[in-house]
């Protein structure tokens, strides 16, 4: 007899762009039939009113928090995502340090190495010092130890040290090239005036190491007025055979900490904004427009508290999202439970924007669930028999984002179930008692 069948919603295929009235069926933890409701089911769960779609796939969030295995992922979970890789932007922590923190996430969770953390691995604790040769080896044993562990590949933040080598780099590329289904997400080294030189550097990374480069929150790097232009840049690489793809949050202000490279001197000039255009998104002055003083002090006293930055050009983010190749993804992060609204309204938002931009729900839906899945080649994604039952149910009419910069953590509403393994762990908004997720390894 089978476990659960979902009946009375409109189900999305985004792969095959349908929207259809027909039930779901599950059994053990797998979709096995989709189509004329045959009944049978010990439960069932009533989606009237509802689209029921693959649970999200989010491609580029952080939970290196060793200390708090809740936060990110309980805010992504309420809002529909059921598969996430943390370890973005060259913070990812080594397996042997997080695997044990993890070990019954709220949703199913992977991660990449960073390559900061290989720096510091091997003594390299000065962001703006290149490694020297002897440190790069080391690091390539380290990276090759993780990825054969399970690591998903390399992320790299090369705007937080934005002296490193183009050798290191390519060092690191080859061990990456070396594991199937393995790619390099890449934080690229420039925002702001010189994004394109950037966006050149990772295009040349994947076409010289024959590797695929995930350039990540494209939108937060390049809507200064240059995004179009960096768009064309990659859809050349890519119709040439370079393998590049990348994601974007659907927000016009990004977040990051005080005293990264981000804030170094010149950051004004570059954004051609004045101090006021930030606002701390955590710590002493959480939720406060910054004077310059205010600014100094977080940066000298706290420099790991969360800044965010009201500089990007919505109307080029929007342009971003709606690119047909595009993964919505949150780029998540907190501290103490503090940041920015993206950690809990992402998906909601960016698939009403897309909505917005006359996307129907099948082709919006895509840029949450089959995209980002092929794009990290994760078995997910889909709505098919054979598929693992993550899913979302949701009220099309009122499936909008609540959080907001005041209050970041607020749960989207019109949700009415997220499944995981097709058991359900999040009901009209409320998370089950106990993670039902997966620590993933990629082998």
């Known amino acids: 007899m089978n476990d659960l069948r979902i009946r009375g919603g409109l189900v999305a295929d985004p792969e095959k762009k349908t929207l259809v009235e027909a039930s779901v069926t599950i059994s053990d933890g797998r979709i096995v039939h989709v189509g004329k409701d045959e009944g049978g089911s010990t439960e069932v769960l009533d989606a009237t009113g509802c689209i029921v779609c693959p ?6 969030m952080h939970d290196e928090e060793l200390d708090d295995p809740h936060s990110v992922e309980r805010a992504l979970l309420r809002q529909g995502v059921t598969t996430a890789l943390a370890g973005n932007c060259g913070s990812g922590p080594l397996l042997g340090t997080i695997r044990p923190k993890r070990q019954t996430p709220w949703l199913n969770l992977g991660y990449l190495t960073g390559h900061g953390i290989l720096r510091e691995s091997v003594g390299v604790n000065d962001i703006y010092r290149p490694a020297t040769p002897d440190e790069t080896t080391k690091m390539q044993v380290l990276l090759e130890r993780e990825l054969s562990e399970g690591s998903f590949g390399l992320s790299l933040g090369l705007e937080y040290v934005p002296n490193t080598d ?7 590329a080859d061990i990456v090239a070396k594991f199937p289904h393995r790619w390099i997400s890449v934080h690229i080294r420039f925002d702001g005036p010189r994004c394109l030189e950037a966006i050149r550097e990772a295009i040349d990374i994947a076409a010289r190491h024959h590797v695929r480069v995930q350039i990540s929150h494209f939108g937060s790097m390049t809507a200064f007025g240059q995004l179009q232009t960096a768009l064309d840049m990659v859809d050349q690489a890519y119709a040439t055979g370079t393998d590049v793809t990348f994601d974007c949050y659907p927000y016009a202000a990004f977040c990051t900490s005080v005293g990264s490279a981000v804030f170094d001197p010149g950051f004004e000039e570059r954004w051609n904004k004045d101090v006021g255009a930030l606002e701390a998104g955590s710590g002493k002055f959480k939720g406060q427009r910054l004077t310059k003083t205010m600014f100094e002090e977080m940066r ?6 969360l800044i965010i930055a009201h500089v990007l050009n919505e109307p080029e983010v929007r342009t971003c999202l709606r690119h047909p190749r595009c993964a919505i993804a949150s780029d998540a992060v907190l501290r103490n439970g503090e940041g920015h609204p993206r950690a809990a309204g992402t998906f909601p938002r960016g698939l009403r924007m897309l909505r917005e931009e006359g996307l129907s729900w099948p082709d919006a839906l895509a840029h949450a669930t089959s995209i980002p899945a092929e794009m990290t080649w994760l078995d997910r994604g889909t709505l098919r028999p054979g ?3 993550d899913l979302v ?7 909008t984002d609540k959080a907001t ?3 970041q953590l607020a749960p989207p509403e019109g949700i009415r179930a997220v499944l995981l393994g ?9 998370i089950t008692e106990e993670p039902l997720g997966t620590f993933l390894l990629r082998r």
């Open 387 to 389: 598929s693992t039952a």
């Open 393 to 399: 149910l949701f009220e099309p009419e009122r499936f």
């Open 55 to 60: 649970g999200f796939v989010d491609t580029h």
């Open 405 to 407: 910069f005041s209050d």
């Open 166 to 172: 183009p050798a290191e780099i390519a060092a690191l």
């Open 300 to 305: 000298s006293e706290t420099p790991t508290a």
């Open 422 to 430: 097709g058991r359900v762990a999040v009901r009209e908004g409320t």
